[in-house]
C-alpha cells in the first residue's frame, strides 16, 4: 500500500517535472576572495638614533613613518600584483584610504588599502600593532560590482604571536627600524587576507 501510494504521488508530480527547463541558468557570484601579500616593508624612526649616549634625532634625519606593499588578487584569467603605498607622522597610522597602482596594465577594478589601531595584545606603538584593511571593485566590463573588504592585525617581533607577520630591526645611525615579513622573528606563516563582498 505504502508502495502504491509514493508512486501514485510521484505520477501527479511527473508532468510538473517535465515542465522545468533542463538546466537552470548558474548564478556566478562570487562572494570571498583571497588577497595574498608577497611583500611588506616599512621603515620609521626608532626611539634611539643608535648613537652612544642616544642624542635626539637631528632635524633633517628625521622621517614620516612609510609602509609598502605588493598583495596578489584575482583578475579576470589570473591573478594580477598591486602595489601600495603610503606615509603617515612618527608614531601614527593612517587614518584615510590609499589607493594602490597595478603593475599590469590589463588588471580590472580598484584596490585600496587602510590601516587601523590593533590593541589586542595590549598598548603598543601604532605602526607595530595594526589591522590591515584591503577594499576592492571588482569590474565586469564597463561595471564596477561588488566592493570586497578584509582586514587582518599586525604585530611585530614575537613570531609566538599569531599576528607577529613583521620582523623589525634597528638600521645603521640615524636610519631607525627598518621591518619586513617572512623573516626570523616573524610568524611562520604567509600573510593572506580575506575579502568578502559587501
Known amino acids: 500500500m505504502a508502495l502504491y501510494t509514493i508512486f501514485f504521488a510521484f505520477t501527479l508530480l511527473s508532468p510538473l517535472t517535465n515542465a522545468l527547463p ?7 557570484t562570487i562572494t570571498t576572495e583571497t588577497w595574498q601579500n608577497l611583500r611588506l616593508d616599512m621603515h620609521m624612526m626608532s626611539i634611539g638614533t643608535g648613537i652612544p649616549g642616544n642624542p635626539p634625532w637631528p632635524e633633517d634625519s628625521k622621517s614620516d613613518s612609510t609602509i609598502d606593499f605588493d598583495v596578489m588578487v584575482p583578475a579576470a584569467t589570473e591573478l ?23 603593475y599590469e596594465e590589463d588588471g580590472e577594478g580598484g584596490l585600496m588599502f587602510g590601516m587601523q589601531k590593533y590593541d589586542g595584545l595590549g598598548e603598543r606603538r601604532a605602526e607595530l600593532s595594526f589591522s590591515l584593511w584591503l577594499y576592492r571593485n571588482r569590474q565586469d566590463g564597463d561595471l564596477f560590482v561588488s566592493t570586497y573588504s578584509g582586514h587582518t ?8 604571536e599569531p599576528t607577529s607577520y613583521l620582523t623589525c630591526l634597528q638600521g645603521k645611525p640615524h636610519d631607525g627600524l627598518r621591518c619586513k615579513i617572512k623573516s626570523y622573528l616573524s610568524v611562520n606563516k604567509e600573510l593572506v587576507i580575506e575579502g568578502s563582498a559587501a
Open 22 to 28: 533542463n538546466s537552470l541558468p548558474v548564478l556566478n
Open 80 to 102: 594580477a600584483k598591486w602595489n601600495c603605498q603610503g606615509a603617515m607622522a612618527n608614531g601614527t597610522i593612517m587614518e584615510r584610504l590609499i589607493d594602490c597602482v597595478r
Open 153 to 160: 592585525a599586525i604585530t611585530a617581533n614575537d613570531a609566538k
